[in-house]
């Protein structure tokens, strides 16, 4: 792939260019509602949250700081001022720490652009099973990708914060993951790879009105498919077996570890977001698997690693 031998600051100028190119063309594609295509993959049933007004989550998103949401927008990403590497072999931790610190910051004074959301992935889970109600902002600059995620479940109280920053400075970008403590962030690995098996996920609304402005969550979700390819930092430094990489072409062609894959590997730990995007019909992307299909991924998923 040509992107792999540019350098990094070619690569990204060429990004930007290309992308606001993109935008003055065509505005991104609307996210398709959660149905479930019934393929018998789910472990629970869909949910059903009819009870939940689009009124009630209006206001729990609302408590949040009705001034931090709803901002107007021109990209879902907000602009952090440019860094020079200060080493070749990549971010230091404390670097990374300070991105997501930053985040936290600004979403705090208003100064990003959330997108709020019911999310699918996480309420369809079977230990969650209620509304999470979900504020997540990008922001970017020539040496890293940071995401804030400001996180409740609809009966709790206070909201969590969560932040991925993307290390832009190596190939593959390095993914780190963190839980924002009052003392400073934390980092985490394996219990947010579970879901996030190639880094920051797209956003999926469990139903069409759980989403403020579906607009800018589509535009967020461009921004997801066209990030560049990463890995988990906290692999590199404890290797973890998940067992086999998934071994069906009709996924691993875009989901693999190979170069020119769009995405990192899927592995039985990812089993949770494979059942929900294939079962409402978002994976793969351009068309519904065949029932023999379905059936082989089932017993896959099924065979324990
Ligand atoms: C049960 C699956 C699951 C687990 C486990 C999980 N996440 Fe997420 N996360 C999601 C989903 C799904 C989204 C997008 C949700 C939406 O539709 O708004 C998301 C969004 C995010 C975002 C916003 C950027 C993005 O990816 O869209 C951040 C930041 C984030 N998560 C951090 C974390 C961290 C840190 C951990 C581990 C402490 C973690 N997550 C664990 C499912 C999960
Ligand atoms: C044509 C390429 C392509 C194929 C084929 C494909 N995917 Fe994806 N997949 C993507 C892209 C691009 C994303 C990220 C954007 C998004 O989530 O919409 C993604 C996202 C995902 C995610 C969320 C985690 C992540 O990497 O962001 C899961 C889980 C997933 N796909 C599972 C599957 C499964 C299971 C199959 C096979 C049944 C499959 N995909 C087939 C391209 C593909």
Request: glycine share 4%; net charge negative; proline share 9%.
């Amino acid at each position: 792939m040509f992107r792999r031998i540019l350098p990094i600051g070619l690569l990204i100028l060429g990004k930007l260019t290309l992308h606001s190119a993109e935008q003055a063309k065509e505005s991104p594609k609307a996210i398709a509602p959660a149905v479930s295509t019934e393929t018998g993959l789910l472990l629970e049933p869909p949910l059903d949250l009819s009870y939940f007004t689009t009124e009630r989550f209006v206001e729990m998103m609302e408590s949040v700081g009705a001034e931090k949401i709803r901002k107007p927008w021109t990209s879902p990403v907000v602009s952090l001022p440019e860094r020079t590497p200060t080493k070749v072999n990549g971010l230091s931790k404390d670097e990374v720490k300070a991105y997501m610190v930053q985040a936290k910051e600004l979403f705090d004074q208003g100064k990003a652009v959330p997108v709020s959301d019911v999310g699918l992935i996480s309420t369809q889970e079977d230990v969650i099973r209620q509304p999470m109600l979900n504020h997540v902002s990008a922001f970017a600059n020539n040496t890293a990708r940071v995401y804030l995620l400001v996180q409740r479940a609809a009966s709790s109280m206070g909201w969590g914060y969560y932040s991925i920053v993307q290390d832009l400075t190596v190939d593959p970008a390095l993914d780190y993951y963190a839980t924002l403590k009052p003392s400073g962030p934390r980092f985490d690995g394996e219990s947010c790879y579970k879901c996030h098996s190639s880094g920051p996920l797209a956003i999926h609304p469990t139903r069409e009105d759980l989403v403020l402005d579906a607009p800018l969550a589509a535009a967020f979700n461009q921004h997801i498919a066209e990030q560049p390819r990463s890995r988990p930092q906290f692999l590199t430094e404890k290797p973890a077996d998940f067992g086999e990489p998934i071994p069906f072409k009709f996924c691993a062609r875009c989901h693999s570890t190979e170069d020119d894959a769009d995405r990192d590997a899927l592995y039985q730990t990812h089993s949770h977001p494979i059942r929900v995007m294939v079962d409402f019909g978002y994976m793969p992307p351009n068309r519904r698997l065949k029932p023999e299909e379905i059936a082989e991924l089932k017993a896959w998923l099924e065979k324990k690693p």
